[in-house]
């Protein structure tokens, strides 16, 4: 097996058990590694650091174990049987009401590269390194075996996710089974969705308890869903007995799939009504009579040199809503770019308060939730931060 060894002294983040491993750290290599292969991490005097996948890049490896061990199929079952009992265990699998949900979060199951969205009996699969694609095969019989009949097939949704330069030519599609049962349920709600042409897995399940804090907090209340997707917030909004909800993205396909899914859940559609059209448009031309505005935009950076923008962009963007929302108004407001920290967020949001002059109380911090659950030793992996503000 192909063997890296580290630099003196940059043994200490494997050592603390972070997944990656910097390029920068590496000392040499013995055997010639080539993408997605096995290879084995030493420090500088020999000692066994972890097992990983290698990939040519920034992160030379994604580390799958820190301890020796073969990584064959029962190495698969294991790590796979973890992630589904720890879902089974915080009541996520067998729920009444929600049957969509993240079984397998990357890091955060200590499977760098993996994402597995569960859709009522369709897993989703997306593999963001060549490793992972490589070990396909056993990636999905683990998850056959640990769901047994719970799962009815399972879609690759790869060739976006996967590292272009790698030349795979991936193409997307059922690897077992066929599925057209499109209707999934969140905690009691009704949508439709779109894996195979859809953003992402098709849907942003990790927005599902945030989206019931909207939910609470809508009744008789004109609510904005800006950055909407495929309506989720909106069909909260409206479940919560909004009085209006207005749903905008630039995307037509989206704004249809949230009319859709208002239509999925309630007859009396005319309270809500969708935009598409660019969000700092509308925000720049809209009133001030909305109640609660909630702004969910894309990953503003997904590299670290571009986070300069993405928090200028936060700012920016947070302050042309802030300007036109009226005193008692309340704007909830996120960030799902991995590189933007909590801290950093907040100080973009902070600048947008202090231009425009508005006393804003933070009422509550949001977060994923736990079916994406935060790997302790890789910080990175708490992607998404929230603020619910209160504006006066
Ligand atoms: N809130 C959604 C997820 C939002 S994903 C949910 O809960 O499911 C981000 C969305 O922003 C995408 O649907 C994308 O089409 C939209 N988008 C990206 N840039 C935009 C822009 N400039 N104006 C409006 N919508 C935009």
């Known amino acids: 097996m192909v063997k890296v060894v580290l630099k003196s002294g940059k043994d200490q983040s494997a050592r603390r058990l972070h997944p990656w491993v910097f390029s920068g750290a590496i000392k040499k290599f013995y055997g010639e590694p080539y993408e997605g ?68 979060h990357a890091e955060g199951d200590e499977l760098p590269g993996l994402i597995v969205d569960f859709y009522n009996g369709t897993a989703v699969v997306q593999m963001h390194s060549v490793g992972m694609y490589k070990n396909r095969d056993q990636i999905i019989n683990a998850i056959r075996d640990v769901a047994g009949d719970k799962i009815v097939a399972v879609y690759d949704k790869s060739s976006t996710t996967l ?76 479940a919560g007995g909004a009085e209006l909800v207005h749903t905008v993205d630039s995307s037509a396909r989206a704004v249809e799939l949230a009319d859709e899914n208002i239509a999925l859940n309630f007859s009396d559609t005319k309270r809500h009504k969708s935009f598409a059209v660019d969000a700092f448009d509308f925000i720049e ?29 936060y700012k920016k963007l947070n302050l042309k809503a802030m300007q036109k929302m009226k005193p008692g108004s309340i704007l909830v407001t996120f960030s799902c770019s991995q590189v933007v920290s909590k801290e950093e967020f907040r100080k973009s949001v902070f600048a947008a308060a202090t231009q425009c002059g508005k006393t804003v109380r933070i009422m509550k911090q949001l977060t994923q939730p736990s079916d994406h659950p935060v790997n302790i030793f890789h910080p990175e992996s ?3 931060k929230g603020l619910v503000l209160y504006l006066a």
């Open 163 to 238: 590292p272009f330069k790698a030349d795979l030519n991936a193409t997307d599609g059922y690897i077992f089974g066929e599925s057209n049962i499109n209707e999934v349920s969140e905690n009691g709600l009704k949508f439709k969705i779109d894996w195979k042409k859809g953003q992402k897995t098709g849907f942003f399940v990790d927005q599902r308890e945030n989206r019931q804090l909207v939910r609470e907090i809508s009744a008789g209340k004109k609510v904005l869903n800006v950055f909407g997707y495929t309506g989720g917030f909106s069909v909260y909004a409206m």
């Open 285 to 313: 031309n809209m009133k001030d009579d909305y109640d609660v505005v909630i702004l969910d935009p894309p990953a503003f950076a997904k590299h670290n040199n571009v986070l300069h923008n993405a928090l200028q962009g």
């Open 382 to 384: 708490e992607y998404l």
């Open 37 to 104: 292969c096995l290879i084995e991490v030493f420090d500088n005097k020999d000692e066994f650091l972890g097992i990983g996948h290698y990939q040519v890049g920034s992160i030379a490896v994604r580390i799958l174990s820190f301890e020796k061990t073969e990584i064959d199929q029962d190495f698969w079952n294991r790590k796979i049987s973890n992630a589904w009992n720890y879902r089974k265990n915080i009541g996520i699998i067998d729920n009444d009401k929600t049957n969509v949900f993240r079984l397998i």
